[in-house]
């Protein structure tokens, strides 16, 4: 079956170095990919989405980025802070307003102070 | 800031016992969707709702589980005879019509003994 996967499981950052984390995903025809932020014993939380038309959208101090050709997804945040420390899950989606995310494992991001 | 809600926050529960999970969507959502995650694995969808009917469901959700939205505000997912590997968080999630942003509420961590 299609899948959306993570090429790391864990990240660890010193505090204000850019943190970057990657998502393959196999399934061509999502349209719609998100990341989420998921910090210990709370729901994910909506981080940026991208639209498969755009291949860069940038958000407060967080960028994703979309390469359809190798099918790579990643996440930028700038200035990682220790309140960045959280696991990370890119998730994908097909066109229809109420298909389900299909989500990829997940990476855990840890700063060092 | 709306948010999605989730009563209880954890549940304990013997094997095959019945429980039902209930979540408050936001109130304008049309699109409501149950996730659930094992410990330290990713998110997986189990069913999504719209129109007093159930959208799509994924093979998790076989006939042990059912969704109901039995007044305008509640959301529940119900499991009728509970077996250890049903042992996970059990997340909420609502989207409005037309949007593909899912919100996600902050879970049940349900525990089947």
């Known amino acids: 079956g299609e899948s959306v996967g993570l090429h790391l499981p864990t990240l660890s950052v010193q505090e204000g170095d850019n943190s970057i984390i990657n998502c393959a995903y196999s399934?061509?025809?999502?349209?719609?990919f998100i990341w989420y932020k998921q910090e210990s014993g709370k729901g994910p939380q909506f981080i940026i989405d991208?639209?498969?038309?755009?291949d860069k959208r940038q958000g407060q101090r967080v960028t994703v980025l979309l390469n359809k050709t190798v099918k790579h997804l990643s996440l930028q945040i700038a200035a990682t802070q220790p309140g960045d420390s959280a696991v990370y899950f890119c998730?994908?989606?097909?066109?229809?307003?109420?298909?389900?995310?299909?989500f990829g494992k997940g990476t855990r991001l840890s700063v060092i102070a | 800031e709306p948010e999605v809600t989730q009563t209880p926050s954890h549940q304990v529960t013997q094997m095959g016992q019945e429980v039902i999970l209930r979540c408050v969507p936001i109130?304008?959502?049309?699109?409501f969707y149950w996730y659930r995650q094992i410990l330290g694995q990713k998110v997986e969808f189990l069913v999504s709702?719209?129109?007093?009917?159930?959208?799509?469901k994924s093979e998790i959700f076989d006939d042990q589980f059912s969704v109901e939205r039995p007044d305008g505000s509640n959301f529940t997912l119900k499991i009728r005879s509970t077996k250890l590997e049903d042992s996970a968080m059990y997340f909420c999630?609502?989207?409005?019509?037309?949007?593909?942003?899912?919100?996600f509420g902050p879970g049940t961590r349900l525990t089947v003994l």
């Open positions: 999630a609502s989207s409005g019509q037309g949007y593909n942003e899912q919100f």
């Open positions: 399934n061509s025809a999502s349209d719609y």
């Open positions: 991208i639209r498969s038309n755009m």
């Open positions: 998730a994908e989606k097909g066109k229809s307003g109420n298909t389900p995310l299909v």
């Open positions: 109130s304008n959502h049309l699109y």
């Open positions: 709702f719209y129109n007093n009917e159930i959208s799509e």
